[in-house]
C-alpha cells in the first residue's frame, strides 16, 4: 500500500503539468461549436491568410529541403571543430527570440543594409525567408542525425561498384536517413506555418500579401474572436496531425 501511495505521490505534479498542457487545448474545441466554426471560417480575413500560409510554408520548406540536404550532410561527415561550430551557427535560430531574427533579417535586408537591394522587407518574400529562417534548424538537425547514422561501410561499397558520389548520395544515403529527413520535414513545417515575430517585425501584417494564420489570429483578436479561434484551431489540428505523422515514421520505417 505504501508503495502505492509513493508512486501516486511521485506522479501527481506530472499529471498536473499534463492536465496545464491539455486544458487549454481542449478549451479551444469545445468552446467552438459547428456554427461558431463556420462563421469564423468565413471571415475575410481567413481565405487569403490560410491561402498565403500554405503557398509560402511550400516554397520554404522546399527552399530549406534543397538546400538542408547537402549542408546537413556536409556538416555529418565533417571533422574537426569547423563542423561543430557551423552546427552550432545553424542551430542557433532554435534558441534565439523570432523577434531577434526578425530585427537581424531587417538590419540585413533593409534599406540601409548590405543586402537592401534585394527589397525584401514587407514583401511576400519577405515570409518566405522569415520561415526558412526559423524553421531550417529544425530540419538540419534531424537529417545531420540521421547521416549520421548511415554506415559509411555502405557509402563505400556504393562507391566501389562504380556508383558517383551524386548517385550515392541520392540512391543510398538519402533512403537510409530518410525517416529522420521526414521527420525534420515535418517539425520545420509545423514551425514555419506557426511563425509570428519574425514575420511580423520583417514582413509587417499586410492583409492577403504578407499576413499569415498567425498574423490574422492576432488581428482578428481585435475584431472578431471567432475567426480567431477558427484560425486557432485549423493550426492546432494542422500541428496535430504533423506530430501524427513524426509518431508513425519509425513504425513504417522499422
Known sequence: MKGGWRQAAFA????????????????????????ELASGLAHPLVGPALWLSVET????MAIVVACGLP?????????????????????????????VAGIALLLAFGRSGPLGAAGLPFTTAAVVAAQV?????????????GFRKVDPDLILVARTLGASPVATFFRVTIPLAW????????????????????????????????????LAIYAALE???RAAQALALLLAVAAFGLLLLLRLIPTGAR
Open 12 to 35: 501527481a505534479p506530472g499529471f498536473v503539468l499534463l492536465a496545464f498542457l491539455a486544458v487549454p487545448l481542449l478549451a479551444l474545441v469545445v468552446t467552438t461549436s459547428p456554427s
Open 57 to 60: 510554408s511550400v516554397i520554404s
Open 71 to 99: 549542408l546537413a550532410w556536409i556538416i555529418a561527415r565533417g571533422q574537426g571543430r569547423w563542423a561543430s561550430v557551423v552546427e552550432t551557427f545553424v542551430a542557433l535560430p532554435i534558441v534565439i527570440p523570432p523577434a
Open 133 to 145: 529562417t526559423v524553421s531550417a534548424p529544425f530540419f538540419l538537425q534531424s537529417a545531420i542525425a
Open 179 to 214: 525517416p529522420a529527413i521526414l521527420a525534420g520535414l515535418g517539425l520545420a513545417w509545423a514551425r514555419a506555418l506557426g511563425e509570428f515575430g519574425a514575420t511580423l517585425l520583417f514582413a509587417g501584417n499586410l492583409s492577403g500579401r504578407t499576413q499569415t494564420m498567425p
Open 223 to 225: 475584431s472578431d474572436v
